[in-house]
């Protein structure tokens, strides 16, 4: 599931560069949907989907498997094959993600 948390991350980022011409960088959304009166509806709308999203990503992966990432990870040393397959979608989606986003800020 991490995966495709990070891969959902990645394809909002991308859309909204596309669509909006602009950057994901959720501080800078955030001050400006608490700023600006002139498009301020898109930004609450992509901040909304990334807690929606992530909230239904997170509760997904927990509930599939049942482990927390945190506790997940200290959980390797039961020797449990699907908390090694866990842990390694968990790092593989990170690695996705961080490439996507400095993919983005160079752009």
Do not use: H
Request: charged letters at 5%; glycine letters at 16%.
């Amino acid at each position: 599931m991490a995966i495709a948390g990070g891969l959902l991350m990645g394809a909002a980022a991308v859309i909204l560069l596309s669509l909006a011409g602009r950057v994901a960088g959720v501080s800078g959304i955030l001050w400006g949907a608490l700023t600006e009166q002139a498009t301020y509806l898109w930004r609450w709308l992509f901040l909304i989907g990334l807690i929606i999203g992530g909230a239904a990503l997170f509760g997904i992966g927990w509930g599939v498997y049942g482990f927390c990432p945190g506790p997940a990870v200290t959980a390797l040393f039961y020797g449990d094959p699907k908390t090694y397959y866990f842990v390694m979608a968990m790092i593989a989606g990170m690695w996705i993600a961080s490439r996507l986003e400095s993919r983005a800020q160079n752009v």
